[in-house]
């Protein structure tokens, strides 16, 4: 017998000779089909500053299940590519790299910094993408679009007028989150809390009246206290009833201040009474409002205190706070200082604790577009998956807030808003215009910020095809099928992409979202830089192969739940490449055995085990097809592993070696042939998608074995490759008989296998049987006796109903069937009794050591987690290896 395949499977020398292929053949690529039913999925955008992360690794293998998948099943499939221009990180790193050179932006100007960051991203910028095709992506890289594209531009300025036309963008000065560390407004959203063990500092504000007389306040960050404009208490709260609008002197600084009721105050902080500083706190601004109240900024974008700030000039805010609790102390200001934890917000690129700052931004009116959204939702023309995320994504779209658009840095979308120097008149429009739209003057200036990150993103599903041009690809591929993105950006990105598409395409942008888990470390930690715990996926695609990983995560991947993952899980996924690959050489070797080609096979040819093997197939295609259907991967997975390891490799194979190697006659041989040739090929097809190097490599071989044999097996075996093959479809014509009868068998194998394990006796020694089945338990297995002879190694097996226990034998017992094994002159059972008692004698006090170790306090208190773990869980094999010691020589008394 002879294969090409090698003896060992080595994915370094197939993956990248497949991805070429594939690429080349054009397998990847689609054009607009009206015969076809189109399958679309956009990616989402990683930034041009990745590299690829196991989050990132998850997302992809699953849209590139999806993908497969659906172009075997006859879809006309685009994956579209992609990556974001990342406003804000993007212009850190290449700032990093100036900051190297001792240079700044500002030193070359916005024109050539912009230039600087466009040579960055053509030089970095394709990194993850190069990563996502060592992972087996299957996008149409030819479509591959950024953010900052042309055409994408154009998308950007034509969402903004028609927004900005319907009134639906507005600018204005509001108190919004700014990062002082990045010079720019945030979204609500892009700011992450974290709690802080932090002050709470009670400080006198003396009345201006009556000096020596204090109206304590209390406040977690006091150096905003150099600009407030008043002190406020509920009307409510009768402790102060009296003093509302008395004045006060603001400590330091002198400012008199007017104590003022509004209803916000919650009587219950502090003292119940609280500063107001308009300028630096977004409850404090909307309380200026309802009092016309003045905003007194006291800081630069920077975070260093302005003139507003008096002595206070020049120092950063941190600073001023120290050096201000200090001067406070000293003047007898400070009443008490009390330990208080409060969330704190952070930038979320560069964790920068943000301010909250008045500034002039651009904002989307978010309350009609999220009210559309709901609609759809209710309405289901979108589903979620897991169902509980729809809950989540529309308790956001109830709450949601004006959206903050304009950023204050370079690399971006500049906003589509120009300035008239005379008569200060706003033009916003798609072009470049040649005069003011109100008094005809051509002194224009444009607005130097650029658009949210976001705000392309939202645009995505769309831009990408060429809108606000109707081309073809977006009037076949929109709306797209199905989005598959992690839970972190379903306000950032899924709510957004919806509300745009409503708006702009009076569609949604895709039927079904599908929310996958974060990967987490094996002690359920997110991975970060930080702790040092992640796994790179290119080390481990380098280790174990890609189909490995591939097959290693998704086997992990339980509906939507997160993933403890350590890199000992991928060997799971190489045991399953091997097994496959050791499978495959067994089915090739006998394939090419010759067998005369002038047999044709007809139905009643096919043997007991033939019919249950093409049975069992059938059962794991319309099982693997409706978990797929349901976003149920994990699902789909274990059950083409079951199929392939135990089915399959366990079982036929072992099966049917006797009529490949000792065939009874040269049709049933020829038999066996097609049926291993017929469900390898089928189960390499159910398998391409999960792991397609693998499958590819293996059925190119398989073809042209069949095809050099000339072994019909009833399928398509002829395409150029597996990728553009036909997804199985199950026949459904074998009964369900079968599969209880070979459970029935399978049960009795394994009770033999058992009692010949539990007596220690070799393989090769063949034994007798007897099986007795009652009443009811028949089960046609005299039908079956020379299977269960191979498969048990018996040399005499007795089946017939109530039989009797023969003398001295062992017995295992299966529902309403009992197994006799006959031992006698087998085994000695007074020898065995010895050689078991004096296990079990080593087996306890073994125990008697990892006890006395956990019953001792010092150890549990001082040994690492680990090392319990360890001993504790050596204490649990130790029980179980003594209890089957027990059953043993229960079982031995019982014979003597």
């Known amino acids: 017998m002879r294969t090409k395949l090698s003896t060992q499977y080595n994915p370094k020398e197939i993956d990248d000779k497949w991805y070429q292929f594939w690429e080349e053949k054009g397998f990847f690529h689609s054009e607009p089909n009206p015969s076809q039913k189109p399958y679309t999925i956009v990616i989402p955008p990683p930034n041009i500053t990745g590299v690829l992360h196991m989050g990132h690794a998850l997302n992809n293998i699953i849209q590139d299940i999806l993908i497969r998948w659906r172009r075997m099943q006859g879809y006309n499939t685009l994956w579209m590519p992609g990556t974001d221009h990342a406003g804000i990180a993007t212009q850190n790193v290449v700032e990093r790299e100036l900051a190297a050179k001792h240079k700044k932006r500002e030193h070359l100007g916005r024109e050539r910094f912009i230039e600087e960051v466009w040579k960055w991203k053509n030089q970095y910028g394709s990194t993850i993408i190069k990563q996502l095709k060592k992972l087996g992506s299957s996008c149409d890289w030819n479509r591959e679009r950024f953010t900052m594209d042309e055409g994408l531009s154009t998308a950007v300025k034509e969402a903004f007028v028609r927004l900005f036309e319907k009134g639906l963008i507005y600018k204005g000065k509001y108190m919004i989150n700014w990062c002082p560390r990045c010079c720019t407004a945030l979204a609500d959203d892009e700011v992450e809390h974290e709690e802080h063990e932090g002050n709470l500092w009670y400080i006198k504000y003396p009345f201006r009246d009556a000096p020596h007389l204090y109206f304590i306040v209390a406040t977690t960050r006091p150096e905003t206290m150099l600009g407030d404009v008043a002190v406020a208490v509920n009307p409510k709260d009768g402790r102060f009833k009296d003093m509302i609008g008395e004045i006060l002197t603001l400590p330091i600084i002198g400012r008199e201040l007017p104590i003022i009721a509004d209803d916000f105050v919650d009587p219950s902080f502090g003292t119940g009474a609280v500063k107001v500083t308009p300028a630096h706190d977004p409850n404090d601004f909307e309380i200026g409002k309802r009092h016309t109240l003045t905003s007194i900024v006291i800081m630069h974008e920077n975070g260093i205190m302005n003139e507003n700030a008096g002595d206070y000039e020049g120092l950063d805010r941190f600073e001023c706070r120290n050096a201000l609790i200090e001067e406070l102390k000293l003047k007898k200001y400070i009443e008490n200082v009390v330990p208080h934890k409060h969330s704190v917000g952070h930038c979320y690129r560069c964790h920068t604790v943000i301010e909250p700052y008045i500034s002039d931004q651009w904002f989307v009116k978010m309350r009609p577009l999220a009210d559309a959204a709901i609609k759809a939702t209710q309405e289901k023309s979108i589903t979620f998956f897991p169902g509980r995320w729809e809950k989540i994504y529309l308790s956001w779209l109830e709450n949601v807030r004006d959206w903050c658009i304009s950023r204050q840095i370079w690399w971006g979308h500049r906003i589509p808003a120009w300035y008239c120097q005379e008569c200060r008149a706003t033009t916003v429009a798609r072009e470049t215009p040649m005069k003011c739209s109100k008094c005809g003057s051509t002194q224009l200036k444009q607005d130097e910020d650029v658009l949210d990150t976001w705000f392309s993103s939202a645009l995505w599903p769309f831009s990408t095809m060429g809108w ?120 090739m070797m006998n394939l090419e055995e010759e067998c005369p080609k002038e047999i044709t096979i007809e139905p009643g040819d096919y043997q007991f085990e033939d019919t249950w093997i093409l049975n069992r197939l059938d059962a794991t295609i319309e099982a693997c097809t409706s978990s797929l259907e349901q976003f149920k ?264």
């Open 468 to 587: 606000p041009k109707e081309t073809p690809e977006l009037l076949y591929y929109y709306p797209t099928s199905t989005l598959v993105t992690d839970r972190g950006i379903i306000y950032f990105w899924v709510a957004r992409m919806v509300m745009m598409g409503l708006e702009m395409m009076h569609q949604v942008p895709f039927s079904n979202v599908y929310i996958h888990g974060t990967i987490l470390d094996e002690q359920g930690r997110k991975m970060s830089k930080s702790l040092g715990n992640g796994i790179d996926p290119l080390a481990m695609i380098d280790t174990y192969g890609a189909d490995a990983v591939r097959f290693s995560i998704i086997i992990l991947t339980t509906e939507g739940q997160d993933i403890k993952l350590s890199e000992s899980k991928f060997e799971m996924g190489r045991n399953f490449t091997n097994k496959l690959w050791n499978a495959a050489r067994f089915v």
């Open 633 to 896: 991967f994990n699902d789909a997975a274990m059950k083409i592993y079951d199929f392939m390891w135990h089915s399959f490799c366990d079982w036929y194979l072992e099966i049917v070696k006797a009529r490949l190697y000792e065939p009874v006659s040269p049709r049933d041989k020829k038999v066996a042939q097609t049926v291993l040739a017929r469900v390898f090929n089928q189960m390499l097809r159910i398998l391409h998608p999960f792991i397609p190097f693998i499958t590819e490599e293996l059925w190119q071989n398989l073809k042209q074995t069949i095809s050099e044999n000339k072994i019909d097996i009833g399928d398509d075996i002829h395409g150029k490759a597996i990728i553009c093959n036909i997804w199985p479809m199950a026949t459904k014509q074998y009964g369900n008989h079968i599969e209880k009868t070979m459970v029935i068998l399978q049960d009795i194998i394994r009770a033999i296998r058992n009692i010949r394990s539990k007596m220690n006796i070799m393989e090769k020694q063949k034994l007798n049987a007897v099986i007795s089945f009652s009443e009811n338990g028949e089960f046609g297995l005299k039908e079956h006796t020379d299977l269960l002879r191979r498969m048990a190694n018996l040399e005499h097996l007795e089946i017939g109903k109530n039989l009797t226990k023969p003398i001295n034998s062992a017995c295992e017992v299966i529902g309403q069937i009992q197994a006799f094994v006959p031992l006698a002159g087998i085994i000695d059972p007074m020898a065995e009794k010895e050689r078991q008692l004096k296990h079990l004698k080593q087996l306890e006090d073994h125990l008697l050591v990892v006890r006395r170790k956990l019953e001792n306090q010092n150890f549990v208190a001082r040994a690492p987690a680990h090392v319990v773990a360890m001993e504790q869980n050596r204490q649990k094999e130790l029980l179980d290896q003594i209890g089957k010691v027990k059953l043993i020589l229960h079982d031995l008394e019982c014979r003597m």
